[in-house]
């Protein structure tokens, strides 16, 4: 830590949080105001491929006295598995970033528009209904096309339309473009952020990367993985920590809550404030916004 903060970490602590700038349903300040309710004292924004959020979370959350971490989810992928990438206290301004972030949202756009043309072959759904449940120019996803078959009647939630019409089994899906996971830790850590992979031991098709995959990637900079979230296996969450360990490496506790868009709450996985220390020491790219 640099000679002089006088200020302490404080927890409880969550690393992952969305907001309407993504696939969240709530804007940033109110993602902050969930949070503190929920008890937490320094929580993150971390919506997928863009930081467009960071302000106006950063503020509500310094008024309600607590610490912001800046961050983001950025979207890779290996072989035919999603990699998500945390990416915290990098730099919003950098050139590589930018340009890496706008290409995935263009090209999430034009694969969300494919979708739901494949989609409306069987039921009454258009992009006009998935353009209504999308503010701003959040970054685009299946759950704002979950959102639009929840408002025409289709399926009851979120939950229902991945466990069916959104499934890659049901045929309408499509895939976009994405980094491989070597390039996303290198963006972060080459932009002064720290890379840790979110839910890295899912269950199913996006198990865990093979472990001699991951240790390349902690040569190229990675900090550590997101160990502590609901959809780790426990067998998972077993190998992480022993990596975690090997490596002397960084692990974190979250929930990815994207408020009524998921059951996850805030603060039912939690970060120690001692990792999150380790975070804001290695961190060179932007500040943690302190109350
Ligand atoms: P996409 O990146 O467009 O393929 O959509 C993946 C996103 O959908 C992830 O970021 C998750 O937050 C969200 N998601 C995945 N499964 C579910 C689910 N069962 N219910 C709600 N949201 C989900
Ligand atoms: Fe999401
Ligand atoms: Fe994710
Ligand atoms: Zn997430």
Do not use: C, Q, Y
């Given at each position: 830590m640099t000679s002089g903060a006088s200020f302490s970490?404080?927890?409880p602590v969550d690393l992952h949080l969305h907001s309407d700038h993504s696939d969240g349903t709530e804007a940033p300040a109110e993602v902050m105001r969930q949070a503190r309710a929920y008890g937490l004292r320094t929580a993150a924004l971390t919506d997928h491929d863009r930081t467009t959020g960071w302000d106006e979370a950063g503020q509500a959350a310094v008024a309600l006295g607590m610490t912001f971490i800046p961050g983001m989810e950025l979207s890779a992928?290996?072989?035919?598995?999603?990699v998500h990438v945390l990416g915290y206290l990098f730099d919003p301004a950098d050139a590589d970033l930018v340009a890496e972030t706008a290409r995935i949202r263009g090209d999430r756009v034009g694969r969300a528009e494919r979708i739901v043309r494949n989609i409306a072959r069987d039921y009454d759904v258009s992009w006009q209904d998935v353009l209504e449940q999308t503010t701003l120019d959040a970054t685009v996803g299946r759950p704002h096309i979950a959102d639009a078959l929840v408002a025409r009647g289709i399926v009851r939630d979120r939950t229902e339309a991945f466990d069916g019409i959104l499934h890659p089994r049901e045929g309408y899906y499509e895939p976009h473009y994405a980094p491989d996971p070597v390039t996303a830790?290198?963006?972060i850590t080459r932009a002064g952020g720290v890379a840790i992979i979110a839910h890295p031991a899912t269950a199913g098709?996006?198990?865990?990367?093979?472990v001699p995959f991951i240790e390349r990637?902690?040569?190229?900079?990675?900090?550590?993985f997101e160990v502590d979230h609901r959809e780790n296996t426990a067998a998972g969450k077993r190998a992480l920590h022993d990596l975690a360990v090997r490596h002397d490496l960084i692990v974190t506790g979250s929930s990815d809550y994207h408020g009524a868009g998921k059951p996850n709450r805030p603060?039912?996985?939690?970060?120690?404030?001692?990792m999150l220390a380790r975070i804001i020491e290695r961190g060179t790219g932007s500040a943690p916004r302190h109350p």
């Open positions: 970490f404080m927890g992928k290996h072989e035919w598995r999603s830790v290198r963006l098709r996006d198990r865990m990367m093979p990637l902690i040569d190229e900079g990675l900090a550590g603060g039912e996985n939690v970060t120690t404030e001692a």
